[in-house]
């Protein structure tokens, strides 16, 4: 990092060399660190980014590995391949100066796109762009599997979509070329998205097989049923809708059972495949190829829309909307337009009079008042009459015009047709609602199923912890003893050789009478009478003696120790004497103890061995018997969670199928509506341009000028 402040000394690639490095805004240049390397973000001058890996770790295959990988990818034509995944690269043996020292390092060009996850937690609901991104996913481990090359970490973080949905394929750490057969694998993928079986020796072009099926099987599941996703995808987890948990121990996986069962019978196909691959040899699965074609969900088909009869209207409304008058042309047609723009024809007598009469009569009670027939105080009154009398000849008259009929009767029929079509437009809306009222209970239903689901899924998690705890807690202790058995047959075998010799050297003393001391200096008849009086017969009678500071002289008084603890004071033995006699005991001990047996024997050994084995016998059974039981408990636990779940899946199915018919009902009430609504908003438009064009031609102020001029 402190090499990369200064690009220009520390670069060699004349893209880098003059180029920026990306920086934070505390710590200098931008690190994105993973297991062995850091990734830094460079632009070039031009403005191309690239992405350059610097090793932490020493690898001396690796630069062979990178030159192999960047061969390959080099050579690939992108007329060939479904889509452009492949991601540039260049190894760099002097990828980078630090201190003094070239080092290498990967050039790569900066790839923008959405890591999966993201991106399906964006567009879960669209079933389609889920589904086109499953398929671009097939086609790209087609692409690899026809090249014999695997990623070796096919997951969701090295998969991104780019902004036109085709798929970046990143990270080619681990990656397999031909040119690498018969090297190890430097990495065994993210755990989430592994076999169980898979070892450092599958390192080859069938690899990425079990990853695949594992990230198709999730986008196939999404796209077939958006609620999979948020009943089996944990939004702190590092997978799809499946992780190590469920390879591990399919039979206890929520989430197999789940996908075993439900209700789409591709979606249950397709489970099955990858269900068998789980307990499969790694090199043995299969291409994703073989999963075969997987139905496509096809959109709800638009009901045809009912045949309409001329003028607009749907068949089913005839009898029901107003009908043109006979010799009038029908609303909207040319015929509306020449009458409308023709306004009126020719002038009447009636005409002419009732304008004369009009003009004349508002005339008339100031012509009366001025000759002093009317008084001037009713002047007023009766020129509103006048006028009144003579405005209504006017309008009568006007109303009498053929013209002005015909286009009032054309105003009244689109009246009454927009009025007979508004039930229509209520109708379809009404429709509309509840539509959008079932597509909400539908996503509160699914909603309610997929907390269900996750509620058996804790249930789940919990019980199978508390039995693991009990079971743990039942065989610890059981294994602690089975632990110790060795341990404690050794000890008694032990004891049991220590009593067998301490029983042989017994034997001997007690072959040993006390008259032989007699051999021992100062040792005379007296004293060993004395012995004999003080119980002490032979060596085996007493087991050592015990000194006590004498009174007198400095002395100390010995006491011989019989066999049976007592302690006794002997006349005659003295300290000399008593050391001699012990003395003498200890070398007759030393003596028969080299004689001793130096193991149990047979009868003996194999009676301790028969009990210990079956005490192991007897706790092994325990711990199996708990072991069943607990595994017992597990199947039960399993197989009532899975009934649970099927109900469930079930209860969705057939709400799900009630929702369809119910909708499918609906859509098609709304599609024979389609047409009803579509010519209202025709008929209503055309009635404001009638009405508009009615007042406009046939107005009082029309009239009146065509009366006093004839056009």
């Known amino acids: 990092m402190e090499a990369l402040q200064n690009p220009a000394l520390c670069f060699e690639d004349p893209d880098l060399k003059h180029g920026t490095v990306q920086q934070s805004p505390v710590l200098g240049p931008k690190a994105i660190s993973g297991n062995f390397a850091s990734v830094f973000s460079i632009t070039a001058p031009g403005g191309q980014r690239y992405a350059l890996k610097c090793f932490t770790r020493d690898s001396s295959t690796l630069e062979a590995r990178y030159q192999a990988i960047s061969r390959q990818l080099a050579g690939l034509r992108p007329a060939k391949l479904s889509q452009p995944w492949p991601v540039g690269m260049e190894y760099l043996p002097r990828g980078v100066l630090v201190a003094g020292e070239w080092y290498p390092a990967l050039k790569m060009a900066w790839v923008e796109g959405t890591s999966l996850i993201t991106w399906i937690d964006r567009n879960v609901q669209n079933a389609a762009a889920v589904l086109r991104t499953a398929e671009r996913f097939a086609a790209l481990a087609a692409d690899l599997d026809r090249l014999g090359m695997a990623h070796g970490d096919l997951q969701h973080g090295n998969l991104l979509v780019a ?235 006007r109303r009498s015009r053929a013209e002005a009929q015909a286009s009032k009767a054309r105003v009244k029929v689109l009246q009454q047709q927009v009025g007979a079509l508004a039930d229509a437009v209520a109708a379809d809306q009404k429709i509309h609602e509840e539509i959008e009222a079932l597509n909400s209970a539908g996503a509160n239903r699914d909603a309610e199923i997929s907390r269900q689901v996750k509620s058996l899924q804790t249930e789940l998690r919990d019980e199978q912890s508390r039995i693991t705890v009990a079971l743990n807690k039942e065989t610890g202790s059981l294994r602690t003893k089975l632990s110790g058995l060795n341990a404690r047959e050794q000890k008694q075998l032990a004891d049991a050789l220590a009593s067998t010799v301490k029983t042989h050297i017994q034997e001997r003393l007690r072959r040993s009478p006390i008259q032989d001391v007699k051999k021992l200096s100062n040792m005379g008849s007296g004293t060993v009478t004395n012995l004999i009086a003080a119980g002490i017969h032979t060596a085996a009678d007493f087991t050592g003696v015990r000194y006590v500071q004498g009174s007198r002289y400095g002395n100390r008084d010995a006491y011989l120790i019989r066999s049976n603890g007592q302690q006794v004071k002997v006349p005659g033995i003295g300290e000399v004497r008593a050391a001699a006699l012990e003395s003498w005991r200890a070398s007759l001990e030393q003596r028969a103890r080299k004689s001793a047996p130096t193991g149990v024997g047979a009868q003996e050994r194999n009676s301790i061995r028969q009990q210990f084995t079956a005490q192991k016998r007897r706790y092994e059974t325990e711990i199996t018997q708990a072991e069943g039981a607990a595994r017992r408990k597990r199947e039960q636990l399993q197989q009532g969670i899975t009934a649970r779940l099927q109900e469930t899946n079930k209860e969705k199915q057939r709400h799900q199928a009630a929702s369809q018919h119910q909708r499918a009902v609906l859509l098609q009430r709304r599609a024979q509506l389609a047409d009803a609504t579509t010519t209202h908003s025709l008929l209503a438009t055309q009635l404001a341009t009638a009405e508009a064009e009615h007042r406009r031609t046939f107005g009082l102020r029309r009239y009146l000028r065509f009366v006093a001029t004839g056009r």
């Open 163 to 397: 902004a036109d949905g085709t798929l970046r394929l990143v990270d080619y750490d681990g990656m397999y070329v031909p040119a690498l057969k018969g090297q190890g694998a430097t990495e065994n993928g993210h755990r989430n998205y592994q076999s169980p079986t898979r070892t450092s020796t599958d390192f080859g072009p069938a690899m990425d097989r079990f990853s695949a099926w594992v990230i198709y099987l999730s986008l196939i599941a999404t796209a077939t049923d958006p609620t999979v996703w948020g009943q089996l995808h944990d939004d702190q987890g590092e997978f799809l809708i499946l992780k190590e948990e469920d390879f591990k121990e399919p039979q206890s996986s929520l989430a197999w059972s789940l996908l075993l069962t439900h209700p789409d019978p591709g979606l249950r196909a397709l489970a099955a495949q990858t269900h068998g691959h789980v307990t499969a040899a790694s090199h043995t699965v299969p291409p994703l190829s073989a999963a075969g074609a997987i139905p496509k969900p096809v959109p709800a088909s638009r009901p045809a829309p009912a045949a309409t009869q001329q003028g607009g209207a749907p068949s089913w409304l005839a009898g029901h909307i107003p009908q043109q008058p006979r010799n009038t042309p029908a609303a909207g047609s040319a015929g509306t337009a020449t009458a409308a723009g023709t306004g009126f024809a020719r002038r009447r007598t009636t005409d002419v009079l009732s304008g004369v009469f009009a003009l004349t009569g508002s005339a008339a009670p100031a012509v009366l008042t001025a000759v002093s027939v009317l008084p001037a105080g009713y002047m007023a009154a009766a020129q509103l009459g006048a006028l009144l009398l003579s405005g209504g000849a006017l309008h009568s008259t």
